[in-house]
């Protein structure tokens, strides 16, 4: 089966760097994504790791360990707009969602 | 902003009716597929789609079928609604998918409630 690990709540202050981790178990492994949610908004795609290493798009960069099964997202120089829920998702023999991490941004 | 509209946006219904939901887009990506969404589970796919008439049952099957007449629309059905059904649903397209989905993008969603 495939099944995904994240913390459920993270805070951190205005500037700050946040790192969200996710760990993930599957069976086949394509590539794991990230998406943001706004409360009461539909999922945005933020990035995608399909190969060990560090994607940079932005204020926003997406790491992956195949051999860990282990991803993380970091942002940095949060803002407020960056209170959302954020969910990674493993594309394997099936596409999946974690449970997300609501993150809250404090002025 | 990818072209994806969902209606209706808002429903109530009562136990045991059927309801229909409708995803319709206009970027003739291939792959569709419904999810709900319910507090502390994250998105669960329901159902997709990978071609006009080609569909494939997800995590969340259980309850609910989906038809695929136009590559445009996809339809998702509760046969008899339930309370347990009570959720936000949210349809999504992909260009690719099955081995390497890459990026999908996401309907507005439709908040069912079941009484």
């Known amino acids: 089966g495939q099944s995904l690990e994240q913390p459920s709540e993270v805070t951190a202050v205005e500037g700050a760097i946040v790192q969200i981790n996710c760990t993930y178990q599957?069976?086949?492994?394509?590539?794991l994504s990230w998406y943001q949610q706004h409360d009461g908004g539909a999922p945005t795609f933020l990035s995608y790791n399909a190969l060990d290493g560090l994607e940079e798009t932005g204020r926003f960069s997406s790491f992956l360990s195949r051999s860990d099964s282990y991803g993380y997202l970091l942002l940095q120089e949060l803002q407020m707009k960056d209170s959302a829920s954020y969910f990674c998702?493993?594309?394997?023999?099936?596409?999946?969602f974690g449970p997300g991490t609501r993150l809250s941004v404090l002025p | 902003d990818a072209g994806i509209t969902q209606s209706p946006r808002h429903k109530v219904t009562e136990t045991g009716t059927p309801v229909t939901l409708r995803c319709h887009q206009t970027e003739n990506h291939r792959y569709m597929y419904w999810y709900r969404q319910d507090p502390g589970h994250g998105l669960r796919l329901i159902h997709y789609?990978?071609?006009?008439?080609?569909?494939d049952k997800g995590e969340v099957s259980d309850g609910y079928s989906v038809s695929r007449s136009k590559t445009e629309d996809f339809l998702l059905t509760l046969e008899s609604a339930t309370s347990s059904q009570t959720s936000v649903y949210f349809c999504?397209?992909?260009?690719?998918?099955?081995?390497?989905?890459?990026?999908?993008?996401f309907g507005p969603g439709t908040r069912l409630t079941v009484t």
């Open positions: 999504a397209i992909s260009e690719s998918g099955g081995q390497g989905t890459y990026e999908q993008y």
């Open positions: 998702a493993v594309d394997g023999q099936n596409f999946v």
């Open positions: 789609s990978y071609g006009v008439k080609d569909t």
């Open positions: 599957t069976s086949g492994f394509y590539g």
